[in-house]
């Protein structure tokens, strides 16, 4: 169970989806909900994708040097927060494929929701994307006969 072994996470899910610290309501956009729980991978104010609820969630953030870090929820210490999560860090000079593929393994050996696992791997290439430098813009080449004529009696 989430939270109390005779409380359901229905039932916590029920009571708290209008009123918890993590949802962020917008009145533009059609009043979209989101959610800042750091174990929401796709920060929507879901019972699917809620941390809070599910009692296996997976969460991934970004660490340093462009690494990813993935957090899953512990079944055992509820009433702990310090010992319920566990953090597995990829490392950033790692290929992209290997980290993914990293994920996928850890979240699927931990008997971990398979349909987080798509999205788990999405946003750790989103934050691996996010974290690489940006390349400076070339300059524009000069196109046509015209234009060459002009830049070069300038």
């Known amino acids: 169970m989430s939270h109390h072994p005779n409380v359901s996470a ?9 009123n918890t610290a993590y949802l962020v309501n917008r009145k533009t956009g059609g009043g979209a909900q ?16 809620d941390g809070y609820v599910n009692d296996k ?6 660490a340093e040097r462009g690494g990813v870090t993935l957090i899953t929820k512990k079944t055992k210490h509820h ?3 310090a010992a319920n999560k566990h953090e597995v860090t990829f490392r ?13 393994n850890y979240t699927a050996k931990q008997g ?9 791997v999405a ?15 070339p300059e524009k ?14």
């Open 57 to 62: 969630a997976v969460g991934i953030h970004a």
């Open 112 to 120: 971990y929701r398979a349909d987080l696992r798509q999205e788990a």
């Open 141 to 154: 080449k000069v196109r046509g006969s015209k234009a060459k004529k002009a830049a070069e009696s300038e």
């Open 123 to 137: 946003r750790a290439s989103a934050l691996r994307l996010a974290s690489r430098p940006k390349k400076d813009t």
């Open 79 to 81: 009433n702990r927060p």
């Open 10 to 18: 229905d039932l916590i899910w029920e009571c708290t989806r209008f």
């Open 92 to 104: 950033g000079d790692r290929s992209g494929p290997k980290t993914y593929k990293g994920i996928v």
């Open 34 to 49: 989101f959610s800042r729980d750091p174990l929401n991978l796709v920060n929507k104010h879901s019972r699917k994708y």
